[in-house]
């Protein structure tokens, strides 16, 4: 059809059918590795691929592939890239004596081994056998387990069954049987896949426990502070507040700096978590007499670690919103203190500028008086030295008539003065 097709539908479409799962059937063993390693090491990833394939007759992973699956000389590789994690699985098909003797990466060279990027998370040997479900349970435990509590169940309806007992043994690895009663070979990789992913999610969903444990003793001390400056906000003074806004601002940053640090950790933890449930029901397990479910495990084990998770994390989100609310009261308080303040300031400058104009009025007052003073004193010794030169007139008369002439003229010119400095004023402004 002649239509335009979105860029990145053949991406999106494939991503669906992307990574299928390994088809296996009994005899079989697989060594399974995951590597906590940021997404940064994919290219060395892809090139380590590159070279061991090219080692076994195998083809190179394509440029930007985040998985890779072939069968090369003696054994098949596997390896997908996730977001924080990477995974390997080699697997050995062909008859054996004893599950765990020997290990499907015996034939990977160590120094190849040494140099996968990252932390190894987990790391282990999966058995895959024929059985008929006539199993003896502590047989299995004894000769395969070191005698340790199984976990394990009737998988896929019926079709199989499953065991481990999620410990690391001496030789670093954790172990996993599976027993194929009537499995297609698809049905067991992706058995095999849900029971390695389950173990690999679990271990993910924990790297926030930790954290966790650490995070208890610091929120309790956080609080305390709080309440701390809470009890002394109510009694604060005015000159107390800067202090405390301080210990708040202080309080908020390390809360904040420590909720950036471990929000991912913590919303992983969560996600993580359901995958392993979700995994779990993909497994349709039953029970076998006298053995904890891979449910009843998780449940037993998983849920109280993500519990005291996802407690924390509330608490965490808790006490920054309420530290939050701290600080936006005492601003509210502050800013009502200088509100009070920059009113008595405003009342105190209106007295003063009263008082200044009372005090300019009282010395217009003078300064007419002063005026009319010494003016009335000049015209009566003018009017003396014009007596003394025969002219009629009487100076005391002159002195007095003098007087309301000069006052009204003293006072109209600083009229007409204030009246020029006020229009400067108005001009400036």
């Avoid at 004894?142 to 481990?164: K, R, Y």
């Avoid at 519990?307 to 920054?320: F, H, K, P, V, Y």
């Avoid at 004193?377 to 009629?392: F, I």
């Amino acid at each position: 059809m002649p239509l335009e097709d979105h860029p990145l539908r053949q991406q999106l479409n494939d991503e669906v059918h992307a990574r299928p799962p390994e088809a296996l059937s009994a005899p079989l063993r697989s060594t399974y590795i995951a590597m906590l390693s940021p997404w940064e090491n994919a290219d060395h990833e892809r090139a380590l691929i590159s070279s061991l394939a090219e080692r076994f007759g195998g083809p190179p992973v394509r440029a930007g592939a985040t998985h890779y699956s072939s069968e090369l000389a003696g054994f098949s590789l596997r390896w997908e890239r996730h977001g924080e994690f990477a995974r390997y699985m080699f697997t050995a098909r062909g008859p054996f004596e004893e599950p765990f003797a020997s290990v499907a990466a015996e034939r990977i060279p160590p120094e190849w081994l040494a140099k996968l990027p990252g932390q190894r998370l987990v790391a282990a040997n999966v058995a895959l056998v024929s059985g008929d479900g006539s199993v003896n349970l502590e047989e299995i435990g004894q000769a395969h387990f070191a005698g340790n509590v199984l976990v394990g169940s009737v998988i896929a309806d019926g079709a199989g069954a499953a065991f481990t007992d999620f410990r690391i043994h001496a030789d670093g690895m954790s172990r996993v049987l599976v027993e194929d009663r009537s499995m297609s070979a698809r049905q067991a990789g992706r058995m095999v896949q849900r029971l390695l992913e389950i173990d690999t999610y679990r271990m993910l969903a924990l790297l926030a426990l930790p954290i966790a444990r650490e995070l208890g003793p610091k929120l309790s001390a956080w609080e305390k502070v709080l309440a701390e400056i809470n009890t002394r906000l109510i009694e604060a003074r005015s000159e107390d507040e800067a202090s405390l806004q301080e210990r708040l601002t202080h309080l908020s940053a390390e809360i904040d700096s420590v909720e950036a640090a471990h929000h991912f950790r913590f919303g992983a933890a969560a996600a993580y978590r359901d995958i392993v449930l979700w995994r779990i029901a993909e497994l349709r397990e039953g029970r076998i007499q006298g053995l904890q479910t891979f449910r009843e495990f998780m449940e037993r084990r998983l849920t109280p670690a993500m519990n005291t998770c996802e407690a924390i994390s509330r608490r965490q989100a808790s006490l920054a919103q309420r530290v939050a609310r701290s600080v936006q009261l005492l601003s509210i308080r502050i800013g009502m203190t200088r509100e009070q303040q920059n009113h008595a300031l405003l009342r105190s400058m209106d007295r003063r500028a009263k008082l200044q104009l009372r005090l300019q009025q009282t010395v217009e007052g003078l300064s007419v008086a002063a005026i009319t003073y010494y003016v009335v004193g000049l015209v009566a010794g003018v009017a003396k030295g014009l007596k003394a030169m025969n002219v009629h007139i009487d100076p005391e008369i002159a002195a007095a008539v003098a007087i309301p002439v000069v006052a009204g003229a003293a006072i109209l010119g600083l009229r007409h003065l204030r009246a020029l400095l006020a229009d400067e004023d108005g001009r400036e402004g």
